[in-house]
Structures are given as structure tokens and as C-alpha cells.
């Protein structure tokens, strides 16, 4: 690793990784020798040296001797940028966290094809897939902004639905269900969760032949008049070759798009020149939400659409079956231009009216993968294709689906060969064709007859599913949404059918070996999809044919309301969990962030989407607590809402939680939870200035909302504390810290909201980094300049979330006084519960600092990293400003914890920074493994520390040797002179979520 980036030392606590093409400063890491060897493993130096990359960076890319591997900054880092320089906001470089999935899950793309989530690797910046949209119930599309790709830290489970979907993903990864995006190490058997029916097709990579060439163009406009009279050829074809259309490949990016317009045309769409050499039309009929998803890809494919049309017309038919007179309101939208016209006949659409005319599909269409033929025959069935609908008084089988369409006399032969051809190409998509029939349809005025032709498609299940759940329709929200209700539905009916074969067979058995009757074997079996009847049957009578569905079993009708409800008409569907079982995983997993506001995909066909510590003295000795200590623990488990998802008795309106974000720490203190002494000593007086709620997303209001005043889950913790040992008497005393107390430390943070206003602005990063011309050699770092309106709106953000998790520790503190005060029956007088100080480790600030001999303002980025601030500094309260910041740096729940305080090295080396905790080293599912077997509640009892937790879980995840040495952590930076010891902490009781 030294070796790799030439890391070079510069003394016994500095390395550095000096400057290499694209790096804009150096990389200095903190540590010694050994701790060297450590980080080696994760690859942390290459975060450092990536941040180096950052535009606006000054002096130097940071990282405390806790550091370790993070999103975009390892987990430990500093940065400041300046923004006179260009300097730049990173999301990554305040806090993120990740959660997985297989890279072998399928991710949908938004045309119709599946790809290993692995496989966007190298691709994902120009591909967009398919998500929810919550608020408008629909399916629509996104662009990828960002992936991921890591070993897992946490548990990996593999979960199994009732119509046999499955999916691998880690215990953190949140699926969408109808209590909203749930982690799914939340989720049990019995719970729903949402699935899209739709599997469309494997994607394979188009060749690069031409399909359609210069000559072929030139020849088809000299065939349809079109010569260089006016310039009318020369201009179609520059409009071709300017759209990047001409010549046209198989890998052509428009060719998706045109495949989908192609079809529908063949079906309810129309190509006519005006007057024959003029301008040329294409039409599309159908209703008007269909017809906004046609005009979207002409757009893509360089065009413009017209507005969608209304007219009502006037019908009169004679079939062979009788006279119809109707009035209809028919909505129609169009392309104006030769050159889309010309386009799509060279492509092989007919021109002119279909029904009187020879036509069929093109050769080339049949040489195109898979992928490229299911959107045609999908925009073909979106016109033609009937509805699935189940048959009258049988709602539980369906009518078997038609293809229909018209000819004249004389051209019915080719229309016979055309749907000839469509099943030709269903049968690759294992879909049958039971027949092609034709009828006389009805005779005109001049005695010319018009034929219909139907080509109906097998009623099989198997079939069924087939042409749903793979080929599907496109521009055509009903039948797409009817089609994915009969995908579940035909499964669930399958099951069904399957279930009562296996009783039958069962029932025989019974009967056979154990002389029992129908009554007996039907209480025996107790299956809900059979009766008594049914048991009669199977072992008296004898089944002359296979099981089916019984008539009181389902009905799709009812089906369809109860498993899209709350899901509108997406396609959506709940399915219920049957299995969730840990399996063991060694290979990397993969996520995404999303474009789209409510950040979500689909994969293997599921719907998948600021922190800081304070430190309180008491008045207390060990001996005021050590009987009481277990019921004290006990009473703050009870009061403080801990674990993930924990939520709080405090529900605020969202009018109200507004202010909670605008004001901090001080909204708590003057609706009586806690004193003004509380706001001196937290860091910015426990409100941040610039922030605005109303840059804060609604998603992450709602995710905040019942969240003040809870611990959260993972690291997080309420920890009482001895003070084991005191280095620095004089700072110690101003502090109120003394040898032998009993102290208390949280350690929460903004929870669900800041992770969500962090994921919200990440997601407009990634175009910004585009639009400000910004290089980096890793996405996850997508940033945004200081002074941008996007830098700005983040700022301002984030500071709303710092100032919820400032509320949130006041919150937990006054409950945690209110507990200590009932069980020891003291009053606050005598507990003397105060703040010694609040510090956060998970933020970005504009702060004063000399650069280069001069004051000037710069964001510093703090990343696991805590502000030391020396004496004398403006920032600091008054009761400080003599010996300098209290800084907070936690162990693990079975070893030290310190209080140290800031120096003026730190000031001037590290931005008045150095180390947060002793940083993790193990990951999650790593420490689960190796705990397994051990009493590790025992262990640490034994060492005199009592542990509650919300799971087992959490205490093996947490466990001491999860974590590095933090007497070696807390060595390097006093070495490093970036802050100095004042005193040792050693833990009684912890409460983990």
C-alpha cells in the first residue's frame, strides 16, 4: 500500500501521499506504523487521495487515525474548500450510509430489459431504469446518479414471496411496503411487500449492422416523389444524418424508441404525404395519457410532437352481425416531418391506408435480439392486443387474447402471413397461437368487402404469463396494469391448482395407510384451497381429471382490488413474504442512488429506497449507583426509544417539526426540556445558521417526524461512565470533570431525516457535477460549487438536519435527568446533572482560519472527525475560553472512552479537527460471525459493564473487537499534537438500539 501511492513519511504520526496528476493538494494521514498496516486494508489512503480531487481544496486531504472506509470521504476525513476558489459542498463528505444488493439481482430497465445490477458497473451514467412515483401512484423511469459497490458490512438475507419471486440483499436494504420503504431487517414472514409482475427479457448487446443506409433513403424518396426538386431529398436526408439516424444500426440509441412507435403505427397509427410531395404526417390515435408517452420518445428520437387533438366523430358500420351508429371522441396527437415519415417506411411501416395494401414485417426485425422484438410487438399490442379480461360467471379463467385486424378484398393473404409472422415471434417469448381465422366483417356501398382477421393467442397459464409478464404492452396504461394483475393472479392460481393436486394425492395416501375417511383426512390436511367435497372425491370416486380451481375461490375482480390497494394503476402489486433466511455471502454487493425524488427501483421484480456526542456530569460517585445501576439502565432502556425505526412519544406537526429544524437545540429548551446553561455549552448553541426547512423534502420531514428524542440504531448509544483517570487536573476542574464521577455520554444523530436530506441533494449532485465541468475520479464524491443555488439549497439542508440532531440529544438528555432524578429520588439540585458539552462529528461549516498567513472563510467538511478548538478561540463559551474545547471521543461499549481538548496545532495543521471514536475495523456481518457462540452480555458483565440492547444482534455488531484500539487512536492524535488528554472514561451500563 505504501508502495501504491507513494505514501512517504514525514514523521512517526504523518504520512503523506504526495500530489499525482489530478490532485489538487497532497493527502496526510494520521497515524503510526501499525495503524498504517490497518487502514492498508479497506483501501482508505485511495479515498484520501480521491478527495485530493475536490475542486477549491486547500493545504491538505485529512484523515484522523480512526479512519476507515466510507462513501465518497472514508469515514475520518477533513476537508476544507474555499469558495472564492471554486471551493465545493460534498454530500459524501458529511455522512452516508449504503445498503445492498446481490450483483446478480435483475434491475428493470425502463425499455423493457433486465441487467445484472453488477453489470452497471461500467454503464450506469447513460441507462435509465424503472421506479415509483409515491405521489401519482404511476411507473415512470430515472436516470442512475450513482453506484455502488462494496462487501457487505451487515447480515445478507435471501427473501421469498408467495408467487415464488426472490431476491439477496443486505439486512439494511429498505423495500417498499404498505407501511412505506422498510429496512429488511425489519420485515417478517407474513408481511407485503411490493413487487412489478413484469419481467421483461435478458439484454443482450445489439450487433452494429445497418438497417437503414443513405441509398436505401435516396431510393424511397425518388419511389415516393420525393427528388432534389426544392432541395426536398438533400434536406431529409441532412435531417437524418443531423439526428445521428442516418445510417441507422441495430446499437443505434433511437432505435428503442422507434421499435416502440413502429409497432404502434402498424396498429392505430397512420403515414401520409400531403398531396402526395408534401410535407409528411405521422398519427397516432388513443387516449390522451397514452398518447403523452408516445410524444416523450419521439422526443427521444430528435422530433417534436404535436399537442394531443379532440374531435368527436360520427360512426355508422354494417357488420355481419348488424348496423351500429356511434359517436366517439377521438384524441389524436402528430409528427409533422418528412424526414420521421420517411424514416419509418424505410424501417418497412406501411404507407397510406393499411387495410388495402400488401405488407408484413421486415426482414431485419428478426434478425434484432430479443429485447429489441419485445418492443415492437409491445407497441403493436398496446393498439392491437385485446384487453385481459376473465370470462362472464367464470372469474377466474381469462379469454384467450386476439389479434385483430382488417383487409380488403384482395389483400387478405398478406395479413394472414403478418400475424403468421407475430406468432412466429411470440414463440421466442414462449407464447402459443391456437389459430388465425378471418370473417367477412361487413360489405361498403360500392359492394366491396371487408374482412376481419383474428389471430388468437393460447388461454394456457403458462402462455398467459408469458406474453404478459415478458412482452407486456407499451402506450397503454390500462392493459399494461390489467396485464401485470393477471401475471400475479395466474401465479397465485397455479399455486392453488398445485396445492390441491398434492391433497389429492395426499388424501389417497391417507386413506390407504391409515383406513381414515373424508371428515378425518380433510381436518387432518386443514388446507384453506379445498373442502370436504373435494377430499370425497379425490378418494371415493376417483379424479377422471386434473385438479382445478374451485368456483368460490378466487375471483379476480376481488383480487385485483385487494392486492393493488394504495398502488393506483403502476402495475404494482403486494405479495407476501414466505421465507427470509440468512445465507452466507462472500462476493461485493451493489446499490444505486436515484435520480427520482422518491429514490427507488425494481429489481428481481421488488420495489427496493448529522451526528454528534454530549457528555452530562453528575454529583454522583460509583457508590451513589452501583446497587441501582441495573434498575437505572432499566428505566432509561424504557424511557428513551432505541433501535432502528425506534420512534418517539413526541408527534409533531409537520408546521412545528419546521421549527424544530430552524431553531435546534433552543426550541427544546424553551418548551421546558432543559435550561439556556444547555445551549452555552453545545457547539453553534445548538442552532446552525442558513438553515431552511423548505429545502428539507417532505419524504424527510415524514421520516423525522416521530423521531425526536430517540437513540436510533448501530453505534449509537447512552452510556453512564466513570471517570477513570485524570490527566489534566486544571482543565479538568473547568470542565466539572473529577476522578471517581459518575458521568453520562449520548451519541444520536438526526436519523432518518438528515439521511434522507443527504440522499435528496445527493441526487441532484451527479448533473452538477456535469454542469459546472467538475472532474472526479469517483462519483460518490458528486459535489457542487459553495456558490452555486444547488451548493446553497444543500447548506441549507444540512443545517436544518444538524439542528434536528442537536433537538434530539437536548431531548434525550432532559429524559435521561428526569430518570436519574425518579430512580435515585434526588433532586436536580443534588444530582447536579449539567452539560459538560455537544460536539459534532458528522457535519460541514463555514468557519474563520488562516490560509496562507490571512483570515479567510472556508467550509470545513468534518467526516467522523470532531471540532478542537484551542483556548482563547472567539467560538468557544465564556466558562471555556481559558483551556480550550471539551472534545468527546467515545471507545467501544467494552473498553475507554476520553475527553480530551483542542490545541492550536490543530488549528493550524487540521482545521481545529482530529479523531471521532476508535473507528470501526471489523464490519458488521464480520463481528456477527465471530460473536457467534459467545455470551458476549456475560462477558462484558463479567468486566463489570451491563449492556441493553434491542436485539443480540446489535451487542455482536457492536462488540469490543469490532472496533480499534482507542487508547492507540486517542496515542496518535495527542502525539500529532491535534488535541491532549484530560481524562479517561470507563463504562458501567450501555443502552444500544
Not at 407497441?379 to 385486424?405: Q, R, V, W
Not at 388468437?456 to 397459464?461: F, K, R, V
Not at 467538475?774 to 446553497?792: F, H, K, N, V
Not at 483542542?902 to 460473536?931: I, L
Request: hydrophobic share 35%; glycine share 8%.
Amino acid at each position: 500500500m505504501p508502495e501504491e501511492f507513494n505514501i512517504k513519511k514525514i514523521d512517526n504520526y504523518r504520512w503523506e501521499i504526495p500530489k499525482s496528476e489530478g490532485m489538487r493538494v497532497p493527502g496526510l494521514l494520521y497515524a503510526d506504523e501499525k495503524m498504517l498496516k490497518t487502514v492498508e486494508k479497506d483501501r482508505t489512503p485511495l479515498q484520501v487521495k480521491n478527495v485530493a480531487y475536490l475542486p477549491g481544496i486547500i493545504k491538505y486531504s485529512l484523515a484522523m487515525p480512526d479512519m476507515h472506509w466510507g462513501y465518497g470521504f472514508c469515514i475520518g476525513g477533513v476537508a476544507a474548500t474555499d469558495p472564492d476558489e471554486g471551493g465545493v459542498i460534498s454530500p459524501g463528505g458529511i455522512g452516508y450510509d449504503i445498503n445492498c444488493l446481490s450483483g446478480k439481482s435483475l434491475i428493470l430497465h425502463s425499455l423493457g430489459y433486465t441487467l445484472r445490477i453488477e453489470e452497471f458497473e461500467k454503464l450506469w451514467f447513460e441507462e435509465k431504469i424503472d421506479c415509483f412515483n409515491f405521489k401519482s401512484e404511476n411507473l415512470t423511469s430515472t436516470a442512475i446518479i450513482n453506484f455502488l459497490k462494496r462487501t457487505p458490512q451487515n447480515r445478507v438475507y435471501k427473501v421469498t414471496t408467495k408467487t415464488g419471486q426472490n431476491i439477496i440483499a443486505t439486512e439494511d436494504h429498505p423495500f417498499y411496503t404498505r407501511d412505506g420503504m422498510i429496512p429488511l431487517k425489519k420485515l417478517r414472514t407474513g408481511n407485503e411487500v411490493a413487487i412489478y409482475p413484469f419481467e421483461g427479457v435478458p439484454y443482450k448487446k445489439p450487433g452494429y449492422e445497418v438497417i437503414v443506409s443513405e441509398k436505401q433513403i435516396k431510393e424511397l424518396l425518388l419511389k415516393t416523389g420525393k427528388d432534389s426538386r426544392g432541395q426536398g431529398l438533400e434536406q431529409i436526408i441532412s435531417h437524418l444524418k443531423k439526428r445521428k439516424l442516418l445510417p441507422l444500426r441495430y446499437d443505434s440509441p433511437q432505435l428503442p424508441y422507434l421499435l416502440k412507435i413502429m409497432g404502434y403505427v402498424f396498429g392505430d397509427g397512420n403515414i401520409h404525404f400531403v398531396k402526395k410531395r408534401g410535407k409528411g404526417v405521422t398519427s397516432f390515435y388513443g387516449k390522451p395519457e397514452d398518447l403523452e408517452e408516445i410524444k416523450k420518445d419521439v422526443s427521444s428520437i430528435g422530433y417534436n410532437c404535436s399537442r394531443v387533438y379532440f374531435r368527436k366523430r360520427d360512426h355508422k358500420i354494417n357488420t355481419s352481425y348488424a348496423k351500429y351508429e356511434f359517436t366517439n371522441e377521438e384524441t389524436h396527437c402528430k409528427v409533422v416531418s418528412s424526414s420521421f415519415a420517411i424514416l419509418l417506411i424505410s424501417l418497412g411501416v406501411p404507407l397510406g391506408r393499411k387495410t388495402t395494401q400488401d405488407y408484413s414485417l421486415p426482414n431485419w426485425l428478426f434478425k434484432a435480439p430479443l429485447w429489441q422484438k419485445r418492443l415492437f410487438l409491445a407497441g403493436f399490442f398496446g393498439a392491437e392486443l385485446s384487453t385481459p379480461k376473465t370470462m362472464l360467471n367464470h372469474d377466474y379463467n381469462f379469454y384467450c387474447p386476439i389479434i385483430s385486424m382488417n383487409k380488403k378484398e384482395g389483400f387478405v393473404e398478406s395479413g394472414k402471413i403478418f400475424l403468421e409472422q407475430a406468432s412466429s415471434l411470440l414463440a421466442e417469448f414462449g407464447v402459443k397461437t391456437q389459430k388465425i381465422s378471418q370473417r367477412t366483417e361487413y360489405v361498403n356501398k360500392e359492394g366491396k368487402i371487408s374482412y376481419r382477421l383474428r389471430s388468437t393467442l393460447s388461454g394456457q397459464a403458462e402462455s398467459l404469463i408469458n406474453l404478459y409478464s415478458k412482452v407486456g404492452f407499451e402506450y397503454n396504461k390500462k392493459r399494461r396494469f390489467l396485464a401485470n394483475v393477471a401475471v400475479q393472479f395466474l401465479k397465485l392460481k397455479q399455486l392453488i391448482v398445485k396445492n390441491r393436486k398434492e391433497v389429492a394425492i395426499e388424501a389417497l395416501e391417507l386413506k390407504k395407510e391409515m383406513g381414515i375417511g373424508a371428515k378425518a383426512i380433510h381436518k387432518q390436511i386443514n388446507s384453506p384451497y379445498v373442502n370436504l367435497r373435494f377430499i370425497e372425491r379425490s378418494i371415493y370416486e376417483g379424479r377422471k381429471t386434473e385438479p382445478r380451481v374451485s368456483f368460490d375461490c378466487l375471483s379476480f375482480e376481488e383480487f385485483l382490488k385487494k392486492h393493488t390497494e394504495g398502488l393506483g394503476y403502476s402495475g404494482m402489486l403486494w405479495d407476501e413474504i414466505i421465507s427470509k433466511r440468512l445465507v452466507n455471502f462472500n462476493d461485493y454487493v451493489y446499490d444505486f442512488t436515484v435520480e427520482h425524488p422518491h429514490h427507488n427501483f425494481i429489481t428481481n421484480n421488488f420495489v427496493v429506497s448529522n451526528c454528534g456526542v454530549r457528555l452530562m456530569r453528575t454529583n454522583l460517585t460509583l457508590p451513589d449507583v452501583k446497587d441501582k445501576l441495573r434498575h437505572l439502565l432499566a428505566a432509561l432502556f424504557n424511557n428513551i426509544p432505541c433501535g432502528l425505526g425506534s420512534t418517539s412519544s413526541l408527534k409533531l406537526p409537520f408546521h412545528e417539526l419546521k421549527q424544530v429544524l430552524k431553531k435546534g437545540a433552543k426550541w427544546a429548551v424553551g418548551r421546558g426540556y432543559g435550561s439556556a446553561e444547555d445551549l452555552e455549552r453545545t457547539e453553534d448553541y445548538g442552532r446552525m445558521e442558513g438553515a431552511d426547512p423548505e429545502k428539507v423534502s417532505q419524504r424527510a420531514l415524514k421520516r423525522g417526524k416521530n423521531q425526536l428524542g430517540t437513540l436510533g440504531s448501530g453505534n449509537h448509544f447512552l452510556e453512564i461512565d466513570l471517570v477513570e483517570e485524570i490527566y489534566l487536573p486544571q482543565v479538568a476542574e473547568v470542565f466539572g470533570i473529577a476522578r471517581n464521577q459518575i458521568v453520562v455520554t449520548i451519541h444520536c444523530g438526526s436519523r432518518g431525516l438528515g439521511y434522507q436530506v443527504c440522499d435528496d441533494h445527493l441526487a441532484r449532485m451527479r448533473h452538477v457535477v456535469d454542469k459546472y465541468h467538475i472532474s472526479l475520479p469517483d462519483r460518490q464524491l458528486s459535489c457542487a460549487p459553495l456558490t452555486s443555488p444547488e451548493g446553497e439549497d444543500y447548506f441549507a439542508g444540512m443545517a436544518a438536519a444538524a439542528n434536528y440532531a442537536w433537538t434530539n440529544r437536548q431531548i434525550i438528555m432532559h429524559w435521561t435527568r428526569e430518570v436519574f432524578q425518579r430512580v435515585l429520588n434526588l433532586s436536580p439540585r443534588d444530582l447536579g446533572m449539567d452539560l459538560i458539552y455537544d460536539v459534532c462529528h458528522n457535519i460541514g461549516k463555514f468557519e474563520d482560519h488562516l490560509v496562507n498567513g490571512k483570515k479567510r472563510k472556508i467550509f470545513v467538511h468534518r467526516k467522523g472527525a470532531t471540532r478542537a478548538f484551542p483556548a482563547h478561540h472567539p467560538l468557544l463559551p465564556s466558562v471555556y475560553q481559558s483551556v480550550g474545547q471539551p472534545v468527546l471521543v467515545p471507545g467501544d461499549m467494552g473498553t475507554n472512552s476520553y475527553v480530551m481538548v483542542g490545541t492550536p496545532q490543530a488549528m493550524e495543521e487540521s482545521w481545529g479537527s482530529t479523531c471521532h471514536g476508535a473507528g470501526r475495523m471489523m464490519s458488521r456481518s464480520r463481528a456477527r460471525k465471530v460473536a457467534r457462540g459467545r455470551a458476549l452480555e456475560k462477558e462484558l458483565e463479567d468486566k463489570g459493564i451491563l449492556v441493553m440492547a434491542k436485539g443480540r444482534e446489535t451487542i455482536a455488531e457492536e462488540m469490543p473487537e469490532s472496533y480499534k484500539d482507542v487508547d492507540h487512536v486517542v496515542e496518535i492524535v495527542e502525539k500529532a499534537n491535534l488535541s491532549r488528554k484530560v481524562a479517561k472514561l470507563r463504562p458501567l451500563g450501555v443502552i444500544k438500539g
